[in-house]
């Protein structure tokens, strides 16, 4: 290795025989396994050294060496200055190293060569030659490489010897626009990435789609992995019906988002296979901020976000209650109809401040950061906050052979009032109340009842109606709360055997503790409430563990560059809990468990205990590497899952391979060309099944009789396997001014774990088969433009474009289609044979065979058609395109981010209540008109162009006719915008603040088009089925607000 | 630094060998890692029988659901109440919804009928006692799942006609339907064994009475079970007396052969499940969703019958009158819907459930007599037992007498206090005072109508009686509320619910054979195989 070293032409760099910084830098690069390229970077150096010579024109001539006074200053790549960088003379004994501001001074012979060395960073060395300042900005080992991934397993790669689809987000990016749940932040960022999120208001979870859907009943969600360590992402969304679902967040939403450095995103299988299982679709790995070696610095950041949601209903002011007493709005006109919900919603506020420390010595580095957040919803007492604490640790030991890196998190946070998904939920009532019937009355949502001497709901539906939901009740006196508290630890040991052969040790422990608890106070629906409210209190603890080994050796041979990695891991979860609830209580609004009567059939407990899943794995990868710019790569790994036992199939193998070429190193293209690579892999990524689907059970119900379990088990299975083939290039012109990145990819989820509905004459009502093959394919392109800074404005610019084809090939053997999810309002998400996941199934009216038109009754009533329900939409975008540009001017700097998803079809539920109810526009209009016009025909052959509105919409809504209500759901949104001022550098110089930045931003500013009547991207459920329908969703919001932030 | 290297090299190697031996070691826990603890092995289950008998109170409290596990209650809900129930004229949904219950509109409700229960809860656990061993290993307690599979999936085949049975449980994903007939057939054969298994053992052990821990129904008395078995028997062979008059009679004088154990002869006899969650309380105390029907309150209302203030609450349009809503009503808002009779307070959330009564044993015995089977007495015998036996179960045993007597009353005319659209003259002339003279088609009107408000609330019965004779006569929904697109006559009204949604796409190649059995469109208008449209004499 040495000689390979030395022997590079030209070399400017120094290899003292016995300098430690040396050797450890050394084994840093050598576990970074790729191959060394100092030739082409090396140069570059050069230009970060500053030198000034004395002014005096007359130099002395003088030939003995004299000692002269050099100092400097010693920077980073950003200008930061390190501390502790050694300053030697070379071959001499004599040397310093620079003080907490990066200052040196030296009095070094004239003629003397100094060597500026730093851990971490690649040694230089200059000639003093009469210059008395000399700066260097010393330039870090992986910035030698190009661009650097964290690839699987946490290691560094360069982002050239990788044969997929890599796209690493920085911190910075995703902290334009602060959002309580940062995931947020990456839609429009990154190619071929889906994101929606939950309708559950502030603190909701987000759904992320890497190139499509995948797995028909398994999670579709990637992997989360932070510092190479899997994360506890387990949704705690309850979706069973459109009826009342709740939402609480998901696991990686309690992440402060200022610890984050950069997030890679591994979207193919490939990059997956060493993850294994859990990994199939796609992986999000995130690097968290550690200290720097030489770099001490606080920085503060606050940021306030105020929201307002971005639409309303469409509500007609004309006709009012069909009756006293009536919910409907089918009446008689009126003049009273007034505009209710304005005033309900709130403005949202959201303030993050976020406090950090790092500093490095040579030995140790810390972080220290402490993030508070808090938050209110745009629906009264619906709030958040939430505190996380870090402290992360790096040290060095034993001559710098052990390397321990030790991150501490605790996260704290209260979620109250997160609003109910679906009809049961705060804004139901709200937009459904009578038109004309005045609001303000039931403003107040309380009145006392003086026969039972309490407060009982204010509203025009007595309790023992499911519409006695006075919104502002709900918002005050249907509530709940969550409580979660999350402890991180992670420790990993690394020590470096040889100067080829080292050895890593990794521990972590995730665990959750979540207590929720809903209090329903009498008064409200009977149904839910009970007569004296409901109370509901649970407890569950959510543990991950997690440990690795692996052993990495890695050594040049010739032009030949191998890395092999052995490793093994265990990755151990477990659930545990107890919960109870009733709305049988005892004396009214007392919420205790003590108060709830344990006998009735009302009162449900249950405890999950020791819900216990293991999967160990052990994996192998060797990469090799030909002459820096042929790239090889091969990884297998092995899964011993505890879902699968009982099972003859416990245990399941997959291989990935790719290969990744530098066609401008490897041939003489024109000089246009900066970058052309070329790459191609193929992977398979097995995947295990749900917990206790092979030993289904039977279970004692209340009163102590056995329920016999409808669920066959699975005694045949075989695990799933995701097949994945990408092809990708990526291209440079003109010194990399504009850059094109290209992939391919095709996947077959194949031996597909279903959980399906058999009919129930068949012996179970559900059973689980392996089966069918989904294919997903679709291309990827990144397009960028940073054209060289001529004077001071700065311009870049970068689109992405994914296009996903999703087509189901096949399922079970004689099965041509499977139920997803289904309501029962007609909703039916199917697969089936030739269609694509997320298929929208419901009925449409009839139409006329001959003539197309819609079939009416002899009294004009439309007709619905019967049997099984038929294809509506599916609400999977055709393609997505995302247009970030950034603008700077001296200090000012200014970007914005427009993003569209086009096509694909949304149901909304919401405005086929709207029209049931006849409050919404519509209904109005066509009653103004006379009728709704149509082009129907009678049973008797006439032809029927205007029907009454009301039997139209009131025949059409209640039969759920959701053909009616299907809409486009191409949306294009400017998504953020930002203007920032940085206070100019000279201002700060030597100052006490040292980098000050204020910015205006905003998110979700306007749609630019639109036709759905809500934003398809908010998801009643980010669950598999219920995507792409809105069931009362709250509305989407539109931000803006400012961020500070200071560098001391 | 040899040394040192060879001290590494083995540290690796002993590091490695060591996460090999943690590998196979670890894996033999899956098992237990894999099995839920919150489950119950069959192995667990062994102590006290509660392998085999455990499943039976679940078993029991699915006939007529009322299960305080919470299982079933949406299905039963809707489905006994929402869907049977305005079909029989016992209850109208409060609900302003085009439902099957109030317009013949089953978009949406198929789902909702009690197929899921029959086969998920009943044939379901009967099957899986019969893979234990059941039937050779405790012949009594198989007895008794057999009894409660033929009550519960005559229900279901009455609803839906031609359903799977005996191709059920073979697993896979698809299951043949059979027709109707052969399903009727199986039901005597079980109950044939379940009654033969019952009697050896009585026989055998005199006084043994191992089934009383699991049994809700009778606290382990097998008397009592043989009993309800021939009461079923006969009940199911009153079903088929217009397509198969023979096989009929031969049935129901085995159902009262006394060798066999004989039928229900008191109240003590009734078959109710205790202990449960009564289900006509939740609709009417906890969904609020549903009201009196027209029809029986226009009928007991006319008769001043001493039950009505047992079934329901009077109205809040009139406090001192009851007033029953009308299926098919033309709409009113919810609050409107509400001031109808409610259910009586009386059914409380403990109420036991009523599967079979002495006083539907009585009717058919009746109606036995009436078409000349030698029941062992008069119709008019049987006929004033009925109401005798049924005014008792309701505790106003002492009204009887002056019931019975009464030849004036008839069924008034419907009035609705809002909506005029929704009034309807009565259909019937019938009167209560039992009648030798009249004519059988009268008498037999007579019985049906008895029977009917004595079987209050078993709505599946009292629709199949409904359909089979005509009667009683119930008011047919408003037509502009006949919501069926033609395929339901309002007249006739409806014959039987179309197949669950669920089987169409889980099951549609046996569906489509199933519909071919059918002989007809599957909708509600076409009449399942003992549905003869033709005289009941």
């Not at chain 1, 950041?301 to 007609?316: E, F, H, M, T």
């Not at chain 2, 109401?387 to 309701?394: A, E, G, K, P, V």
Request: aromatic share 12%.
């Amino acid at each position: 290795m040495k000689e390979y070293l030395s022997h590079k032409k030209g070399l400017p760099v120094y290899f003292p025989k016995n300098n430690p910084y040396f050797l450890f830098g050394w084994f840093s690069i050598l576990t970074l396994f790729f191959c060394f390229n100092a030739t082409a970077k090396g140069y570059s150096v050069n230009k970060n050294i500053k030198f000034s010579t004395p002014k005096a024109k007359f130099r002395p001539m003088i030939i003995n060496t004299k000692d002269i006074e050099v100092s400097g200053l010693i920077t980073n790549a950003k200008g930061e200055p390190l501390a502790g960088v050694s300053v030697k003379i070379k071959d001499g004994k004599q040397g310093t190293s620079t003080d907490t501001e990066g200052k040196y001074s030296i009095s070094v012979p004239d003629n003397s060569m100094l060597v500026f060395s730093f851990i971490g960073y690649v040694t230089q060395e200059v000639i003093v030659n009469d210059k008395i300042k000399i700066d260097i900005q010393l330039v870090e080992n992986a910035g030698l490489l190009g661009d650097v991934v964290v690839s699987a397993l946490g290691i560094n790669r360069s982002s050239k010897s990788i044969a997929y689809s890599i796209q690493k987000v920085t911190g910075e990016v995703l902290n334009v626009v602060p959002q309580t749940n940062f995931m947020n932040s990456l839609s429009g960022k990154a190619a071929g990435v889906t994101i929606s999120s939950n309708a559950s208001g502030i603190g909701g979870s987000v759904k992320v789609l890497i190139r499509g859907n995948k797995s028909a009943t398994g999670s579709n969600q990637p992997l989360y992995v932070i510092d190479g360590i899997p994360l506890i992402n387990n949704p705690s969304e309850v979706t069973p019906s459109t009826f009342e679902g709740r939402d609480g967040g998901d696991g990686i939403s309690n992440l402060n988002p200022d610890d984050i450095e950069s997030m890679s995103i591994l979207k193919g299988a490939s990059a997956a296979a060493l993850y294994g299982s859990a990994a199939a679709n796609g992986v999000i790995l995130i690097n968290t901020k550690k200290g720097k070696v030489g770099i001490s610095k606080v920085n503060f950041s606050s940021s306030y976000i105020a929201d307002k949601v971005a639409y309303k209903p469409q509500l007609q002011d004309s006709y009012g209650q069909s009756s006293v007493g009536s919910e409907f709005s089918w009446g008689k006109a009126t003049t009273t109809a007034t505009d209710n919900i304005t005033d309900f919603f709130k403005t949202g506020n959201t303030l993050v401040n976020a406090i950090s420390f790092a500093t490095g010595a040579e030995k140790a580095q810390t972080y220290i950061s402490y993030s508070n957040t808090t938050g209110s919803g745009v629906l009264e007492n619906n709030s958040l906050s939430r505190h996380n604490f870090n402290i992360h640790e790096t040290a060095r030991f034993l001559n710098n052979k052990l390397s321990i890196d030790v991150n501490a998190n605790y996260i704290q946070q209260t979620l109250n009032n997160s609003p109910n998904l679906g009809y049961l939920n705060n804004i139901t009532r709200l937009y459904l109340f009578p038109r004309g019937l005045d609001f303000n009355q039931y403003k107040n949502p309380t009145i006392y009842d003086p026969i039972r001497k309490m407060m009982t709901q204010n509203w025009f539906l007595p309790p023992s109606s499911s519409g006695a939901m006075n919104p502002y009740w709900v918002n005050n006196f249907v509530q709940n709360k969550s409580d979660r508290n999350r402890t991180m630890l992670k420790i990993a040991a690394k020590y470096n055997i040889t100067n080829s052969l080292s050895f890593q040790l990794r521990g972590n422990v995730d665990k959750i503790n979540d207590k929720n608890t809903s209090n329903w106070y009498a008064g409200g629906p009977i149904v839910r409430a009970g007569l004296n409210g409901q109370y509901g209190v649970n407890n569950l603890t959510n543990t991950l563990y997690y440990g690795d080994a692996m052993l990495n050796y890695t050594k040049f041979f010739g032009k030949i560059h191998v890395n092999t990695i052995l490793g093994a891991s265990i990755n151990d979860s477990r659930n545990n809990g107890t919960g109870i609830s009733s709305n049988a209580l005892y004396i009214p609004n007392i919420f205790t468990i003590q108060n709830m009567d344990l006998a009735s059939p009302n009162t449900n407990s249950y405890s999950v205990s020791e819900e216990h899943s293991q999967l160990q794995a052990a994996f192998g990868a060797i990469s090799v590497s030909f002459n820096d710019w042929l790239f090889l790569d091969v990884t297998g790994r092995n899964d011993w899952s505890s879902n699968l036992s009982y099972t003859p199939n416990g245990s399941y193998f997959y291989p990935s391979a790719g290969i990744s070429t530098i066609l401008n190193k490897a041939l003489k293209l024109p000089e246009v060309v900066s970058l052309a690579r070329l790459r191609g892999s193929y992977a398979v990524v097995g995947n295990s099944v749900p917990i206790y689907v092979t030993n289904p059970q039977n279970y004692i119900g209340r009163g102590g009789g056995v329920i016999f379990n409808n669920t066959a088990p699975f005694a045949d299975l075989n695990p799933e396997k995701t097949k994945s083939l990408e092809l990708g290039s990526e291209l440079g012109f003109f010194h990399n001014q504009i850059s094109i990145d290209f992939t391919y990819y095709k996947t077959k989820s194949t031996n597909q774990f279903f959980s399906i509905l058999v009919p129930p004459g068949t012996g179970y009502s559900r059973r689980f088969i392996n089966a069918g093959n989904i294919e997903n394919s679709g291309v990827e392109l990144t397009m960028g433009y940073s054209p060289l800074a001529k004077g001071a404005l700065k311009w870049s610019t970068l689109i992405n474009f994914s296009t996903n084809k999703n087509v189901v090939k096949s399922l079970a053997e004689g099965t041509n289609e499977f139920v997803l999810a289904q309501d029962n309002n007609n909703y039916y998400s199917i697969l089936k044979i030739g269609g694509s996941y997320g298929d929208i199934y419901g009925y449409n009216l009839q139409n006329d065979s001959a003539s197309g038109k819609v079939k009416l009754s002899a009294d004009s009533v439309p007709l619905v058609k019967t049997g099984a329900p038929s294809f509506l939409g599916n609400p999977n975008p055709k393609f997505q395109l995302g247009w970030s540009n950034s603008f700077s001017y001296k200090d000012f700097t200014f970007s914005f981010l427009v993003d569209g998803k086009f096509g694909g079809e949304v149901l909304s539920k919401t405005e086929m209540l709207l029209d049931n109810y006849g409050v919404s526009k519509a209904t109005g209009n066509a009653r103004d008109n006379g009728g709704v016009a149509i082009n129907g025909i009678l049973p008797n052959g006439a032809s029927v162009s205007k029907v009454d509105a009301y039997k139209w919409y009131y025949s059409n809504t209640s039969n759920k006719v959701n053909g009616e209500y299907m809409y486009d759901a191409t949306v294009i949104r400017i998504r953020e915008a930002s203007i920032s001022y940085s206070l100019p550098s000279k201002m700060l110089k030597n100052g006490f603040i040292k980098n000050l930045r204020l910015s205006l931003i905003g998110r979700n500013l306007a749609y630019l088009y639109k036709p759905a009547p809500y934003d398809p991207e908010i998801a009643y459920s980010i669950g598999n089925g219920f995507s792409g329908v809105d069931v009362m969703n709250l509305p989407a919001l539109r931000s803006v607000g400012v961020n500070l932030n200071i560098t001391f | 630094m040899k040394n040192n290297k060879f001290y590494f090299k083995n540290r690796i190697l002993l590091a490695l060998l060591l996460s090999l031996v943690v590998f196979n070691s670890c894996t033999k826990k899956f098992e237990e890692f894999n099995t839920d603890s919150n489950g119950v092995s069959n192995t667990q289950l062994i102590p006290d029988n509660n392998n085999i008998g455990g499943f039976y109170p679940e078993l029991q409290y699915s006939i007529v659901p009322n299960n305080p596990s919470g299982a079933n209650s949406l299905q039963g809900v809707l489905g006994e109440y929402h869907i049977s129930c305005p079909f029989a004229g016992y209850l109208t949904e409060a609900y302003p919804e085009e439902s099957p219950g109030n317009s013949y509109n089953f978009t949406g409700w198929d789902n909702y009928g009690l197929w899921g229960i029959g086969y998920n809860a009943v044939m379901a656990p009967v099957n899986n006692l019969k893979t234990l061993g059941t039937p050779a290993s405790s012949p009594d307690f198989w007895a008794i799942a057999l009894i409660l599979q033929v009550a519960e999936m005559h229900k279901i085949t009455d609803i839906y006609g031609p359903v799977p049975f005996s191709k059920y449980g073979l697993g896979g994903t698809t299951v043949s339907y059979d027709n109707q007939q052969s399903i009727y057939t199986a039901f005597f054969d079980e109950l044939d064994t379940a009654v033969n298994n019952l009697k050896k053992y009585i026989a055998s052990f005199p006084g043994s009475n191992p089934f009383k821990k699991f049994d809700v129904v009778y606290a382990g008395d097998y008397s009592k079970w043989l009993k309800y078995a021939n009461s079923l028997r006969l009940r199911l062979a009153m079903h088929i007396v217009k397509i198969d008059p023979a096989t009929a009679k031969q049935q129901a004088l085995k159902a009262i052969d006394p060798a066999n154990g004989g039928v229900f002869t008191s109240n003590a006899d009734n078959a109710t499940s205790k202990g449960g969650f009564n289900l006509l309380w939740s609709s009417s105390k906890q969904w609020v969703t549903i009201r009196a029907g027209a029809a029986i309150v226009s009928y007991m209302d006319s008769y001043n019958d001493p039950r009505i203030s047992e079934y329901f609450e009077k109205s809040s349009f009139d406090p001192t009158k009851y007033i029953g809503l009308k299926q098919g009503y033309v709409q009113s808002g919810y609050l409107d819907l509400l001031k109808f009779s409610d259910i009586s307070e009386k059914f409380a959330q403990s109420t036991p459930a009523t599967m079979m009564t002495v006083s539907e044993v009585n009717f058919l015995l009746a109606e036995g007599a009436l078409r000349g089977w030698n029941m062992g007495g008069t119709p008019q015998m049987f006929y004033e037992a009925g109401i005798q036996n049924s005014l008792d179960q309701w505790g106003v045993g002492g009204a009887a007498i002056t019931y019975i007597n009464n030849s004036i009353s008839k069924p008034n005319n419907y009035v609705d206090p809002l909506q005029p659209l929704n009034n309807s003259p009565t259909l019937s002339t019938i009167t209560i005072k039992w009648d030798d003279a009249a004519a059988k088609e009268e008498n037999l009107e007579r019985i049906i109508t008895q029977k009917w408000i004595a079987n209050f609330p078993d709505g599946t019965e009292s629709w199949t009686n409904f359909r089979r004779t005509g009667y009683p006569k119930l008011f047919p929904v408003t037509a502009s509320r006949n919501n069926s697109g033609g395929t339901i006559s309002t007249d006739i009204q409806i014959r039987r619910s179309p197949y669950p949604v669920s089987e169409y796409t889980n099951n549609a190649a046996e569906v489509a054979k199933a519909i071919i059995i059918l002989g007809g469109p599957d909708n509600g208008g076409t009449r399942v195989w003992w549905d003869v449209n033709g005289p009941n004499f």
